[in-house]
């Protein structure tokens, strides 16, 4: 009974009937699960899938940029890969132009067009920024000062070595003019390295401050991106059946920079932009391939979608 009903549907298929091929497709794989090859039918089949199958010719992508010397190639390549080998559906056929031609296929049932309506590769931004970095609460200095007897009159100095118009000097301060002096420069003990000897009680105390600086920023962006035009026409009558815009964007990035004052106010990541250098960008072509990236998952997924029920 399947092998019979797979005979009839099959002859309507021959008058023309794609939907008729897929039913006798169908009834005669059916026969030959129980019975292999029960009365030829695997020839049956192979005739079948003949009628039940459209044939879709993937036309090449045109390009116009040879000043940049950019090739679709690499693009090109991995479309037709994907089509001529991925399983779509066992009813649908892809082919390149050049195989159509190899084959005698003067006449496909469909015709995927691709067209890039407009790219661009490596266009250059460079952004500079200037930030003003402040840090509460930095440990200035640290010293020690004798701490007097119990009912004695207190009266601590701290050494420093100051600054002065003709060089250095080494004098004592007050604990209240301290943070003054380390702005201004000056370093806590003397300028020798040598210390008094005190036969007192020493205590180590802290001077607390603001750490201030300057840092610059420079991050060079190229970016590339592209709209590539999806269409897909009737062979024959070359209405259009389907048509989408698919967007691809790649951004490329090096970030660099210096700092003025002091590095006690960068947080990590400051440090980390200061230890970079200006790399060279990637190649044209490398930077067409990032930016088609997104354009052939969305073009895949839109095929897959298009033919999965064919």
């Known amino acids: 009974e399947r092998y019979d009903a797979g005979l009839a549907a099959l002859k309507k298929a021959k008058a023309g009937d794609r939907e008729e091929a897929k039913i006798a497709y169908d009834h005669l794989a059916r026969a030959n699960d129980w019975v292999s090859n029960y009365k030829e039918v695997a020839e049956r089949l192979k005739d079948a899938e003949y009628y039940a199958t459209i044939r879709v010719v993937v036309e090449p992508i045109p390009m116009h940029s040879q000043a940049l010397k950019i090739s679709n190639e690499f693009f090109d390549n991995k479309i037709n890969e994907y089509l001529l080998k991925a399983p779509v559906n066992r009813f649908v056929k892809f082919y390149t132009a050049k195989e159509a031609k190899r084959l005698g296929i003067g006449k496909p049932d469909q015709i995927i067009q691709l067209n890039f309506d407009d790219f661009v ?27 007097p007897a119990s009912g004695a009159t207190s009266n601590e100095k701290v050494t420093i070595c100051h600054k002065t118009a003709t060089g250095t000097q080494t004098i004592t301060v007050s604990e209240s003019t301290l943070k003054a002096h380390l702005d201004h420069g000056d370093k806590v003990g003397s300028c020798d390295g040598t210390s008094r000897p005190s036969a007192g009680r020493k205590e180590t105390r802290r001077v607390y401050g603001k750490a201030k600086a300057t840092m610059h920023t420079f991050t060079k962006t190229l970016e590339s991106k592209g709209l590539l035009d999806f269409r897909i026409l009737d062979g024959h009558t070359r209405r259009v059946l389907s048509q989408e815009k698919l967007p691809g964007v790649f951004l490329w990035q090096s970030q660099w920079g210096y700092f003025n004052g002091d590095e006690r106010a960068l947080e990590k990541e400051h440090f980390r932009i200061i230890k970079n250098k200006e790399v060279p960008p990637p190649a044209p072509q490398d930077l067409f391939i990032a930016f088609t990236q997104p354009i052939y998952d969305q073009l895949t997924f839109r095929i897959r979608q298009f033919y999965k029920n064919y």
Do not use: P
């Open 121 to 147: 590769v490596g266009q250059t931004y460079l952004h500079e920024k200037e930030s003003d970095l402040i840090r509460d609460s930095i440990v200035l200095a640290t010293y020690e000062v004798e701490v």
